[in-house]
Structure formats: C-alpha cells, structure tokens
C-alpha cells in the first residue's frame, strides 16, 4: 500500500465528522470489539483522557510537552485536524510519519474488513480507526504514558474505551446540541460519561449548572475530584503579542514564573490544568524546565498569528463561548477591537449567538464556505448577522474568499481575523507554518 492508498483509504470510511448520523449509532460495543480484536492495545497504555468543549486540545497538546519534558516518552491522540492526518497521532511532538501509517493501515484493515462481515456492530468508523492506530503506535512505541482527547461528549466516545489513570474535563459549553443536548446540564453529564472509580478527575473551572452535574457524577462513580479553581492560582503580569508572563501556584507542589506564547488568558487557564495532572503523575516542579518547554508551545489555529502586514489573526472557533473568548484575546493582546472578518460555519453552529458576540466587531464581512461536506452556504450564514449594518460579501469559494479579505483588509488598514472551523485552514496552509506537510495530503483531507 502506497501513503495516498492509506490516506484514500482511511478518508473512505464511515466519517460522522463529515456525515449527518444519529447520536444513537454510536457505539462502544464496536469500538470495543475492534480494539479486541487489535490485542487491547490500551490495557498496558497509562493514558490521561480529556474530555470538554473549549480547550481540551490545547490542554493536551501542553500535557504532552509537559511530559515530554520530565522525560516521559509521551504519545498524543487530538482531533481534528487542520491540514493532515498525522496531526492526530504524535509521540514527542512528532508526527507520526507517512511510512508508520501505511504499516498501520495495513495492519488494522484485514481486522476492518472482518468486523464489516462478521460483527454485529458493522465495520468501525473513521474516528474509530484513527483511535485504534493511535493505541496501536503508542504501544509500539512504548510510550511511558498517552494524553487521548475525547473526540466527541465522553461516554459514548471510541476514547472512553481506554483504561485512564486520571480523567479532565475542561470547561464545559454549548456545542453539538444536535448530539449531546440542549441544556449545559445535559452536555456535562454526557462529558462526565468519561469518569472512573478511584481514578482522579482534574476538573476545569466551569459554569455552576455543568459544574454540579459533573460533581454529582463523580461521586456517584466514587472519582476523586481536583477542582483546578481550589488547587491553582495564577496572576497574570504581562498581556501582549508574545503571549503572558504570569506567577503560577499549585497547591502543594510549587510556585514560579512562566512566559506562555499561546495567546488568551484562557491558555493560562489550560497550562494550570495540565500542571495539576503533571502533580498527580508524581513529577516534580522545576520551574526552569517549565520555562523551557512553555517557551517552546505552538499549536496552530489557536489565536494564531498568521502575518503582520496586515495583521491576521486564525482560530479554530466555532461556538458562542469561544468566540468570547476570541474576542477577549485579540483585545488584551493585540489591542484590536475592530477587523475585517472572513468568516465560514458548518451545520449545527450557533450562528445567532456568534453574531450577537460579533456585534460591532466586525468593520467589513466576507463569509465563505469551508472546504466539508456539511459547510453552512453562505447565504444561510449571513442571514444571522444581516442586522449589523457593515458592508457583507459572499464568497463561497475559500480561496477565493481570503484573496478578497486579504485586500479589504490591506485597503481598510485593519486586522483580518478568520474564525469559524478547523475547515478553513488549507487555504491558509502555507501561512499556517506546518514543517513536512505533503500536498497530496493537504489535498485529501
């Protein structure tokens, strides 16, 4: 098997990040079975799963280089992707290469093809698959522990069929009400799917109503629970575009200054999380170590600066909450409060409250479409912010799209932010600043 076989292949499974699909049709049993019949890789995996709505990729991106940097062969699982699958499969900050996923394609499909005639559960999906070829490198690999990043809620998820040592739930807000719910409680008690008996949960500081929720649960399945809100701290002395430097404390572990280049103070807030997991793994504080590998951080789309002339701004946010966020940042940090926006939405957004969070931001609007098969089109999209009075363009065509913002933005003289899904970065690609990144799988993707 040639790599674009592998990646033709993978991408020709059943995808529900692409398809529209009940929530009832995802099962654990399949994905149970599945890892069943790859020997049970995640039984001799120590793995940390981390479930949430905002910031649970950002969180285990920076609990993986944490690890890394105490010495620990560290693998990490994320999604999705913006440019390559091999995004979601790293050890060390390292992307798993074309030639290891072929060798694992290879491996899984014969195992694929069975269960498609034999099981009672189908063929595993997409999502199912990648999370099998995760567990599958890591235990290759050897990796001394996996930081997983539940794909969908938690309890129905193909991540929750790994045996965790420590549970997270970052902050918790409305997202996939199609699949999880319509109230905050009901997508709290669907993350919450992921805790364990005696096996501790970090918790993120949340809204009240998830909050309770999820404390309830983890009494109920006796999960001891760290509530970040009680056991950190952290005072945030400088805001600008290299990031924050801020004094961090950690109830009984340690106190120090670190400079953190992800932009946001809800960074600070990820970074202090995955140091009370780091707590909970028994490694030491050593702030000069931490200064180190946080002055390393770059994850791509999150508030990322693409370019200076003129200033634009990427980020993968695609619900009310972060665009609050979002909004929040480029303030503290950039001093922008007003931009050119090029904005593009999948199904299921909730377009009416982004707008509303949008309001009086925006200096001219361009909405696109992005490059998924469940792309809102255009006209539907501006129909929620045709109440805001600036100037709107609709360019369905992305490509095309960010040539035009591009200049409005130069002709303004205003920032360009572009937000709104992961599925807009290929236009973006060679601003994105990936090392490595083959065409053919920018194209694929």
Known sequence: MEYREALEYLYGLINYEKTRVPYTDLKLERMREFVERLGNPQKTIPTVLVAGTKGKGSTSYMLHRLFGAFGLRCGLFSKPHLLTFRERIRIDDRLISPEELVCLVDRVRSVVEAMERESP??????????????????????????????????????????????????????DHMEVLGNTLEQIAWEKAGILRSNVPLVLAPQREEAREVILQEAKRKGAPVLEVAEECHADITFRGLRGSRFRFSIRGWGEGEVVLPLLGDHQVGNFLTALLVVRLFGLPCEVSRLQEVAGTFRWPGRVDVLSFSPLCVFDVAHNRASFEVLLATLRDYLDVKKAVCLLGFLEGKDCAGIAEVLRGFPAY?????????????????????????????????PYRARERAESVARTLGLPLLVAGSFYLARPFKEALRFEEILEEEVELC
């Open 121 to 174: 559960w189908g063929q595993p999906t997409y999502f199912e698959v990648a999370v099998g070829l995760a567990l599958l490198y890591f235990l290759g690999k050897d990796v001394d522990v996996a930081v997983v990043e539940v794909g969908l809620g938690g309890r129905l998820d193909a991540t929750n069929v790994t045996e965790p040592q420590v549970t997270v739930i970052t902050p918790v807000s409305f």
């Open 365 to 397: 609007c361009i909405f696109t479409e992005p490059l998924h098969p469940k792309a809102l089109p255009v006209e539907v999209v501006s129909s929620f912010f045709s109440s805001f009075g600036v100037p709107v363009e609709l360019i369905p065509d």
